[in-house]
């Protein structure tokens, strides 16, 4: 809510920055507000002592991660528990590729993370390699650093299920058509609970936000910068609020995008409510788009003969699965990349109109498993299962059915698109078998620098209101509004009044005097006939990163 997480319902639905050289360790957190957190802050000091000292050993990355040269990477060791900060420990991958610019323009390390949670940020110094154009006077500055999370991928990593079994379709409809097909979900929900009890149950009271946070301090220790530069994305942006709120006096550059509610009322159970509202908003703007440009797809002029179409193919979807796999619950795990990202509106919207046309071949193979794709199925159960395992220890539930099946069936009347898979996404948190924590009281004034928040009004995953709060909530913060759009990781958009912010603020620290709106990006085009299924499966796999 990555956050940037996609949406997928367990058993139901997969959908869902300096000055270098300084080694001295960094004082402790004297600010620090979660319970135990004086432990944890005099832990942190220790483990990014040690990792100022021993720094990364940069190799070139293993061939299977699918990093090339320059890019290099390695690991940080840091606590599973910072409250011991001697005892055991896990492994954190790391990546990075050097600045491009001379030695007097170097400004340290750029650290990224994307969303989830549980998104991988490993592919980050490639913006550089790929030559992004968005980048190249930043690079010059930055050594880009990518890094997996606590039990993310290359890092120590958590399961919950047998990765093979996870991908198999097609998975119950997430829509209930009666209390029999709650029951259904409720089981698979608890049972999906056990299994991460029972494969990862000795990281679960350790898989929180503000250890990540912590994870973040010992990286930027290890990498040899006194100031922590960071960009976060979706749920990125929560743990760039926490490590403020940690760690203000260890802040150079913080840019947040697209911006998770920090209000500690909103951690997790009604940050996922209101997702749910703001999806349907956004799908609604994807059909108007849809029928704005049907001369091109031929779904519906109108953006209720649009709906019409949807209800139609997911009532088709689940009477006969298309190609023996796509049902209701696949097709959701596919279309929610259009609300996600207008770079998915055309790719959809094509895959959809050449199926109505008689070609099913690019939907089975965007919207169904690949059960040949064993690393990445490998990928999709570890994302999920860190998105629930974080979310989890993160904030204490609701417990009883009544509550989550009172305001999901409220909230569906008016807010169908994705309300029931969100609900059993989410509910293993019900019955969870960890430790569930009480979320950080977000907010930083004294020691913190100027702060750069970026946000578009019509977010479907990250609601507007999060930047607002957060902005309230870290002094000194600016925010760069993107107005009547609502495409999720503003940053990576081409938006002149966005990325000239953007640059200004990594390379100058300078924010303008006052908050700023910006006109919207480019509106998407129609993609040519024949969208190919690569491009609508990329299409569904980036939205999958983020909650």
């Known amino acids: 809510m990555r956050r940037t997480a996609l949406f997928g319902a367990t058993g139901g639905v997969i959908a869902g920055a300096l000055i270098t050289g300084a080694l001295a360790a960094p004082t402790a957190g004297a600010s620090e507000r979660t319970p135990g957190g004086a432990a944890e802050a005099r832990g942190v000091a220790v483990a990014a002592a040690k990792a100022a000292k021993k720094g990364i050993d940069w190799t070139d990355c293993p061939a299977d991660w699918g990093l090339a040269k320059p890019i290099q990477c390695g690991y940080v060791t840091v606590p599973l528990d910072y409250a011991k900060p001697n005892g055991r420990t896990i492994k954190l991958a790391v990546d990075r590729i050097a600045g491009t610019g001379s030695a007097s323009e170097r400004q340290g390390s750029l650290?990224?993370?994307?969303?989830?949670?549980?998104?991988?940020?490993?592919?980050?110094?490639?913006?550089?390699?790929?030559?992004?154009?968005?980048?190249?006077?930043?690079?010059?500055?930055?050594?880009?650093?990518?890094?997996?999370?606590?039990?993310?991928?290359?890092?120590?990593?958590?399961?919950?299920?047998?990765p093979q079994e996870y991908v198999k379709a097609p998975k119950l409809d997430p829509v209930p058509?009666?209390?029999?097909?709650?029951?259904?979900?409720?089981?698979?929900?608890?049972?999906?609970?056990?299994?991460?009890?029972?494969?990862?149950?000795?990281?679960?009271?350790?898989?929180?936000?503000?250890?990540?946070a912590r994870d973040i301090d010992v990286i930027r220790a290890a990498l040899g910068d006194k100031k922590l530069n960071y960009l976060g994305v979706s749920y990125g942006t929560y743990i760039g609020g926490v490590y403020a709120t940690l760690f203000p006096t260890h802040v150079r550059r913080l840019i947040v995008d697209s911006v998770v509610n920090p209000s500690r009322e909103k951690?997790?159970?009604?940050?996922?409510?209101?997702?749910?509202?703001?999806?349907?908003?956004?799908?609604?703007?994807?059909?108007?788009?849809?029928?704005?440009?049907?001369?091109?797809?031929?779904?519906?002029?109108?953006?209720?003969?649009?709906?019409?179409?949807?209800?139609?193919?997911?009532?088709?979807?689940?009477?006969?699965?298309?190609?023996?796999?796509?049902?209701?619950?696949?097709?959701?795990?596919?279309?929610?990349?259009?609300?996600?990202?207008?770079?998915?509106?055309?790719?959809?919207?094509?895959?959809?109109?050449?199926?109505?046309?008689?070609?099913?071949?690019?939907?089975?193979?965007?919207?169904?498993p690949d059960m040949s794709d064993t690393a990445g199925n490998i990928a999709s159960e570890n994302g999920n299962a860190v998105y629930t395992a974080v979310e989890c220890a993160d904030a204490k539930w609701?417990?009883?059915?009544?509550?989550?099946?009172?305001?999901?069936?409220?909230?569906?009347?008016?807010?169908?698109?994705?309300?029931?898979?969100?609900?059993?996404?989410?509910?293993?948190?019900?019955?969870?078998?960890?430790?569930?924590?009480?979320?950080?009281?977000?907010?930083?004034?004294k020691g913190l620098p100027k702060t750069l928040i970026v946000q578009s009004t019509r977010d479907a995953a990250?609601?507007?209101?999060?930047?607002?709060?957060?902005?309230k909530r870290l002094?000194?913060?600016?925010?760069?509004?993107?107005?009547?759009?609502?495409?999720?990781?503003?940053?990576?958009?081409?938006?002149?009044?966005?990325?000239?912010?953007?640059?200004?603020?990594?390379l100058k620290g300078t924010v303008d005097a006052k908050d700023v709106t910006c006109a919207p990006h480019a509106t998407p085009v129609p993609a040519k006939s024949g969208a190919s299924a690569k491009a609508a499966k990329a299409a569904k796999e980036a939205a999958a990163v983020i909650k």
Request: proline fraction near 6%; hydrophobic fraction near 35%; glycine fraction near 10%.
């Open 475 to 506: 002094k000194g913060s600016r925010l760069v509004t993107e107005k009547d759009a609502g495409s999720h990781g503003v940053t990576g958009l081409v938006n002149p009044c966005v990325n000239d912010r953007v640059d200004a603020y990594l």
């Open 398 to 445: 609701p417990t009883g059915w009544s509550k989550w099946d009172r305001d999901n069936t409220r909230l569906h009347r008016d807010y169908p698109f994705l309300t029931w898979s969100n609900a059993w996404m989410n509910l293993p948190c019900a019955t969870w078998g960890a430790k569930q924590g009480t979320p950080l009281e977000v907010g930083a004034a």
């Open 177 to 212: 058509d009666s209390e029999a097909d709650k029951r259904v979900q409720r089981k698979l929900a608890r049972e999906y609970a056990e299994g991460c009890k029972e494969r990862s149950g000795w990281m679960l009271p350790q898989m929180t936000t503000p250890n990540t």
């Open 267 to 368: 951690i997790w159970y009604q940050a996922n409510l209101d997702q749910d509202v703001a999806f349907e908003t956004r799908w609604n703007d994807w059909k108007a788009w849809v029928a704005k440009n049907d001369a091109a797809y031929h779904i519906g002029d109108t953006p209720a003969k649009v709906q019409q179409q949807w209800e139609k193919l997911r009532a088709a979807a689940k009477k006969s699965p298309i190609g023996g796999v796509v049902g209701p619950a696949e097709l959701l795990g596919f279309f929610q990349s259009a609300p996600y990202y207008d770079s998915s509106w055309a790719t959809v919207a094509q895959v959809w109109s050449d199926y109505l046309g008689g070609d099913e071949k690019a939907l089975v193979e965007a919207a169904g």
């Open 111 to 162: 650290i990224y993370n994307p969303g989830g949670p549980g998104g991988s940020g490993l592919r980050f110094p490639t913006r550089v390699t790929t030559k992004n154009p968005l980048w190249t006077k930043v690079s010059k500055a930055y050594d880009f650093v990518g890094f997996d999370p606590r039990g993310v991928g290359h890092s120590t990593a958590i399961s919950c299920v047998d």
């Open 462 to 471: 990250t609601p507007y209101e999060g930047a607002v709060e957060l902005h």
